[in-house]
């Protein structure tokens, strides 16, 4: 246990494992853990003069191990000089915090970081693994910077609790955090939580004790992401910003284009997370087979599908009122069991490219740059054996879809919803911008209410099946006239193909606000 003002000078390692130790300062008596050759505090100790100026990773840190005793430990009213050198057999690593915790959790307050390798609470990083005595930590010093040496995984049946005013960065080196357990990230708006870069002098200081020489960016780290196994029921993200984010690495290579989040079959609760400056601003939802049920319901983050996600016989995707969906290019959802997506005249569901910063900000991270467009996206597609009686899309918008990959090749002709023999309902759902409306491919009956489908780029709706007519009565096709086809001279709304039945048409369409933040 220091006392007040005590001057701690350590050689060039640390000081090992502590398993109870208290450093108590005070506010005009602050204890200080300094380098020998600073002779800014406590003198000359090292007796050259001003021969030998202290430097980055003179010293080591100062180390909490998982043994510590978390009740009786504390650091309060210090100053940590100069440290972050650790000793591997005959090899240095630099990169280490001023104070380090190895599954410890201290009470650390009001401590001042100054030209350590890191100004911060180091978290190495490795496996958070449940005990027999420990299930979870929590990261609860608020006023401190948490900062992520490497990947840190949250394993099944452990609990990582961040409390609210935390700011966690992360070192430059595609450190990210995997949650296979429980992670439980709730802010407030009065105190928030910020995941950003170790270069984001802005949240919390220069915490990587360089000034403004390395400004940070996106890709700057990697990404939080919830696995399969991840207890959905206890994890949480609410109340916090997440920027800087988005690079991945695959062995040897790295994969710039992923989101600041990134969601494997799992449903984290998420409200009101702020992006901004990743390589993808938004909770990316990741393709393949679902595992289970699942609902997207935040209506204060934007989703972004990564990659084609297929929703297999017997499973469900619902989507709730007022969901915002984004899309990368040529990414489709495939629906062989069941999708529910019923949104409400004033809170419409979007289904869109990523492209379009109307809706959900700009989750591209470009600016206007890239603006949208006709087949940004593939499509939403039901097979055959998809659930008819419990599929519905309706006070939806779809729009900038169209673009179907096979193989090395792009196809540009396909709709924004296609029926492979299936009947969904589709009712007041707004169709527009897509490179077609509605493809209809071999015998689709789709139960259609009053959608409005215009402003596509080549035809509302295309039966592939001539010989049946798909009646299409009660559409708004854009102008009071109908569509155009050549059964119709007088129309000059929507093209639409051969055998649609769209007498009588609707002289009035919907008012849903396609404009909208999260």
């Given amino acids: 246990q220091a006392e007040d003002g005590i001057r701690d000078r350590s050689p060039s390692r640390g000081l090992g494992d502590v398993y109870k130790r208290q450093a108590n300062g005070q506010a005009g008596t602050p204890i200080v853990f300094t380098s020998f050759q600073d002779d800014t505090y406590g003198g000359d100790t090292d007796g050259d003069g001003a021969a030998t100026p202290p430097k980055p990773g003179d010293w080591g840190s100062v180390q ?13 009213q210090a100053i940590v000089r100069y440290g972050g050198l650790e000793h591997f057999g005959c090899c240095d690593d630099a990169w280490r915090g001023g104070i380090t915790l190895y599954d410890a959790t201290p009470s650390l307050t009001a401590i001042i970081f100054e030209h350590n390798f890191v100004n911060g609470i180091g978290i190495p990083g490795g496996h958070k693994t449940p005990s027999a005595t420990v299930a979870s930590e929590t990261w609860k010093n608020t006023g401190m910077v948490y900062v992520v040496l490497s990947d840190l995984v949250i394993d099944e049946g452990f609990s990582l609790i961040i409390n609210p005013g935390i700011t966690v960065k992360f070192t430059g080196w595609r450190t990210s955090i995997f949650v296979n357990g429980s992670f439980d990230a709730r802010g407030t708006a009065a105190a ?30 990697g990404f939080l992401q919830f696995e399969d196994s991840s207890n959905d029921s206890a994890s949480f993200i609410h109340y916090a910003t997440i920027r800087y984010s988005g690079l991945e690495r695959f062995g040897c290579c790295d994969d710039p284009i992923s989101a600041a989040m990134r969601i494997i079959n799992a449903q984290p609760t998420l409200t009101n997370i702020s992006f901004a400056e990743n390589e993808i601003n938004g909770a990316g939802i990741e393709g393949g087979e679902r595992t289970s049920n699942e609902r997207w319901s935040s209506t204060t983050v934007t989703y972004v599908v990564l990659n084609d996600v297929t929703v297999p016989q017997g499973l469900n995707v619902t989507i709730d009122p007022g969901v915002i969906i984004k899309f990368r290019p040529r990414i489709s959802i495939f629906i062989k069991g069941s999708f529910s997506a019923s949104g409400t005249a004033t809170t419409p569901i979007t289904f869109t490219s990523l492209n379009d910063d109307s809706v959900g900000g ?90 409005d489908i215009y402003g596509n ?39 639409v193909g051969d055998a649609i039945g769209y007498a009588p048409v609707s002289y009035t369409h919907l008012t849903l606000p396609t404009n909208r933040e999260v």
Avoid at 467 to 476: C, E, H, K, N, P
Wanted: with cysteine; aromatic share 10%.
């Fill in 64 to 76: 909490f191990d998982p043994t510590s005793n978390d009740t009786t430990s504390s650091v309060q």
């Fill in 192 to 221: 928030p939580i910020i995941f950003t870069s170790f270069n984001d002098d802005a949240a919390a200081g220069d915490t990587d004790n360089d000034g403004t020489q390395t400004p940070p960016s996106s890709q700057d780290w």
């Fill in 362 to 451: 700009d989750s591209d991270a470009d600016g206007a740059t890239t603006p949208p467009a006709a087949s940004d996206w593939g499509w939403i597609d039901f097979a055959d054996s998809s659930d008819d009686a419990t599929s519905v899309i309706a006070y939806a918008i779809l729009r900038y879809a169209g673009l179907e990959r096979f193989g090395c090749c792009d196809d540009t002709y396909a709709a924004v919803i296609v029926l492979n023999n299936a009947s969904p309902r589709i009712d007041k759902a707004l169709l527009t911008n897509n490179y077609q409306g509605i493809y209809l491919n071999t015998v689709a009956a789709p139960n259609l209410g009053c959608n």
């Fill in 457 to 495: 780029q080549k035809l509302g709706i295309f039966n592939k099946t001539p010989d049946t007519v798909v009646s299409a009565t009660g559409q708004w096709w854009g102008n009071t006239t109908g569509p155009t086809h050549k059964d119709n001279p007088s129309g000059t709304g929507q093209s």
